[in-house]
T-cell receptor, first 113, second 112 residues
Framework: SQQGEEDPQALSIQEGENATMNCSYK?????LQWYRQNSGRGLVHLIL?????REKHSGRLRVTLDTSKKSSSLLITASRAADTASYFC?????????????FGKGTMLLVSP | DGGITQSPKYLFRKEGQNVTLSCEQN?????MYWYRQDPGQGLRLIYY???????QKGDIAEGYSVSREKKESFPLTVTSAQKNPTAFYLC???????????FGSGTRLTVV
């Protein structure tokens, strides 16, 4: 079953602009992660934010988490053509034992030169 | 360099055949996973393993089988019982718990 839902499904911007992607989920989580996938390749882990964190930064990436609204956003600042990829959010459920990640369907980002 | 390797990159299967996809990691990760990705879809979990000689079914395990005889290896067999096997298959590993996954580069399986 799909836990995270990304919005928008597709986003097209110019180089230098900021890109914002959103993720909504349904059940309580332990952590939320963002991944990037270039066409035909595996996913690359970008950033993990825990349920007790509200914001996290990594280079040009900024992730926010609002557990009351069950939503997260990924902001890529000063985008580059090389940022063109699909971006997925993944949630780790809240439980005491081992858990697996549940992925959304992704946002396709196109950054034009 | 540590990493996770999937092979082959492309695989063609005839109707009624079983095929095995390879996944090897040298990251010393305890946990390994297999996901299936269809066009326009997210990743769906097929099987996962937390430790050697143990594995669990994911959301779409029917028609698939796995083994975990070594920590480094987690092969996936797509059996003839899988009615729609054409897809992109991704293997991943992690330290377990609340940690990120490391993915392989995927195997694209096509039924001919």
């Amino acid at each position: 079953s799909q836990q995270g839902e990304e919005d928008p499904q597709a986003l097209s911007i110019q180089e230098g602009e900021n890109a914002t992607m959103n993720c909504s989920y349904k059940t309580s989580i332990n952590n939320l992660q963002w991944y990037r996938q270039n066409s035909g390749r595996g996913l690359v882990h970008l950033i993990l934010i825990r349920s007790n964190e509200r914001e996290k930064h990594s280079g040009r990436l900024r992730v926010t988490l609002d557990t009351s609204k069950k939503s997260s956003s990924l902001l890529i600042t000063a985008s580059r053509a090389a940022d063109t990829a699909s971006y997925f959010c993944a949630t780790g459920p809240l439980n005491s034992g081992y858990s697996t990640l549940t992925f959304g369907k992704g946002t396709m980002l196109l950054v034009s030169p | 360099d540590g990493g996770i390797t999937q092979s082959p990159k492309y695989l063609f299967r005839k109707e009624g055949q079983n095929v095995t996809l390879s996944c090897e990691q040298n990251l010393n990760h305890d946990a390994m996973y297999w996901y299936r990705q269809d066009p326009g879809q997210g990743l769906r979990l097929i099987y996962y393993s937390q430790i050697v000689n143990d594995f669990q079914k994911g959301d779409i395990a029917e028609g698939y089988s796995v083994s975990r005889e070594k920590k480094e290896s987690f092969p996936l067999t797509v059996t003839s019982a899988q009615k729609n096997p054409t897809a992109f298959y991704l293997c991943a590993s992690s330290m377990g718990g609340a940690n990120g996954y490391t993915f392989g580069s995927g195997t694209r399986l096509t039924v001919v």
